[in-house]
């Protein structure tokens, strides 16, 4: 499979003027039928080297940390798995379908230039994601370095990063290390992912080992009591921590749902990707979600608290064990962010300005935003992690999802006409190049979640925020989807927009 759509096909059909103007490209163009070659253990494959990794071990013992019982989490990364997995297959459904990424998709329902907010929007988060991971990369590296020669890296922290020199030149030595795979393209990241998926799967059974022999056996680990519960130390406090713990749970997969269209366009059919998808996403991450709350229960018997960080549990053992671990890590991490984080801000950043953006060209401006946004900041706590970072980004994708489904399956029944999506004077122009309707909508779904947001992430600037606004933030992807749906299909249904034409693919 090729890198980037034949121009020949579009320009057959739609003409010259269509695949000439100022958006269209290579890389955004409808892929061929000989692209189309994904079959449904590709998609699983990729899920399984997306799921293993160090972010998304961090969440069911995150929760465990905010005091859950192993079960409780783990049930809870399961229900917003499954949740997230629906408007997964149902954007999936246009990729696979008309082989158009998410960047090209969105144009349908907020004009040819009005997407580029939500493309901009989308990048923008996942440009954090790559930076999470990339840190996360980069501290398994700058943790084995330390093993093996004493200790050496630690420093000071450098003023304004807030990182000593030695963790700052594991970073960026990691984030080099991705650079290849960013200027070979998808061919690159779906043959690594193919390959390393048993790899992980064994990386995990093997840390479980490692976890109850050193216990003395899985014991009690599995049926330890939640804090809420009656005599607990947060007794009465489940349902605070459980909602705004499932929206973070959804919103860890958010921007995946978004641009999923990304990969099932390279898609034979549509029961490879729906098959693979629903295999490849709630399983893995179920079984991960076991494996993290047995070891981080595991740790409190090891080593008397509990540790969450797999790097820093790494850390903590001996032997040849501790390199192979980090090892691991190290490829898994780089596994997950090149799929999950990469090729999709690539596309976006690309279609800002497609004459002048290739996809790798897209890569490098992901990369280096990654560096800007300080990714380290955003783990400095759980809080920080799950209530701010993945809550909060799930208030602005969630109502993009939202408006995305509804202007496919319910305003469009699926049928686009792809040519038109690439013609800046055509029907999915709207006014001016934008849609009224997506943008009412996107507020409506955004606005109501702000103030929680605020009072979360800057309590000091705005604590006095009304509780009903702390509560529906809880909710924010569902709140915004919900309310971004509603707004954008009356809109559009009443006619208050100039919608545009139907037609058959």
């Not at 409808?30 to 799921?51: C, D, E, I, N």
């Not at 192979?324 to 999709?344: E, F, K, P, R, S």
């Not at 702000?450 to 705005?462: C, I, T």
Request: charged share 10%; proline share 5%.
């Amino acid at each position: 499979m090729k890198l980037t759509a034949q121009s020949a096909g579009l320009a057959g059909e739609a003409g010259p003027a269509v695949a000439g103007g100022s958006l269209y490209n290579e890389d955004l163009a409808p892929t061929t039928a000989a692209q189309r070659s994904w079959r449904w253990y590709h998609f699983a494959a990729l899920w399984v080297g997306m799921v293993m990794n160090i972010a998304s071990y961090m969440l069911a013992a995150g929760l465990t940390e905010q005091g859950m019982s192993p079960w409780q989490a783990v049930l809870t990364v399961l229900l917003g798995n499954l949740i997230v997995l629906v408007p997964m297959l149902l954007i999936g459904h246009a990729g696979a379908r008309h082989g158009i990424p998410y960047a090209v998709l969105v144009r349908s329902s907020f004009g040819t230039q009005g997407a580029k907010l939500p493309a901009l929007l989308r990048a923008i988060v996942a440009c954090g994601w790559y930076g999470i991971q990339t840190w996360l990369g980069g501290s398994a590296i700058y943790t084995l370095l330390n093993i093996l020669t004493g200790n050496a890296l630690h420093g000071a922290a450098l003023p304004l990063v807030d990182i000593s020199a030695g963790q700052l030149a594991c970073f960026l030595a990691f984030w080099a290390l991705q650079l290849y795979f960013i200027l070979h393209g998808t061919d690159s990241i779906r043959w690594l992912e193919s390959w390393s998926a048993p790899v992980k799967v064994l990386m995990c059974a093997a840390l479980v080992w490692w976890a109850t022999s050193k216990a003395g056996g899985v014991g009690s680990m599995l049926s330890t009591p939640s804090q809420f519960a009656a005599g607990g130390a947060k007794a009465g406090r489940f349902w605070a921590t459980f909602w705004p713990g499932l929206t973070a749970m959804v919103g860890f997969w958010a921007t995946l749902a978004l641009n999923i269209p990304d990969f099932t366009r390279f898609a034979r059919s549509q029961r490879d990707q729906v098959i693979g998808q629903s295999i490849g996403l709630p399983v893995p991450m179920a079984l991960l979600s076991v494996v993290s709350v047995v070891v981080t229960s595991a740790t409190v018997v090891i080593y008397g608290k509990t540790i969450w960080d797999p790097i820093d549990l790494a850390s903590r053992m001996t032997g040849i064990g501790v390199g192979i671990a980090l090892v691991i890590l190290t490829l898994d991490t780089m596994c997950c962010n090149l799929a999950a984080n990469l090729v999709g801000p690539a596309y976006d950043f690309s279609s800002l300005w497609p004459k002048g953006i290739s996809y790798r060209a897209g890569g490098m401006i992901t990369a280096t935003i990654a560096i800007l946004m300080m990714p380290w900041k955003i783990l400095a706590t759980t809080d920080g992690y799950i209530f701010t970072w993945l809550v909060g980004y799930s208030a602005l994708l969630g109502p993009v999802a939202g408006i995305l489904m509804v202007d496919y399956f319910l305003i469009r029944g699926t049928r686009l006409d792809a040519r038109a999506l690439f013609d800046a004077a055509g029907p999915f122009s709207y006014v001016r190049g934008w849609n009224p309707a997506a943008l009412v909508a996107l507020a409506a779904g955004v606005l109501p979640n702000l103030p929680g947001f605020l009072h979360v992430a800057f309590p000091a600037a705005f604590p006095n925020v009304p509780a009903f606004f702390n509560t529906l933030y809880t909710y924010a992807w569902f709140v915004g989807l919900v309310l971004a749906s509603l707004v954008y299909g009356s809109w559009m249904k009443l006619g208050a927009s100039r919608r545009a034409q139907v037609a058959s693919a």
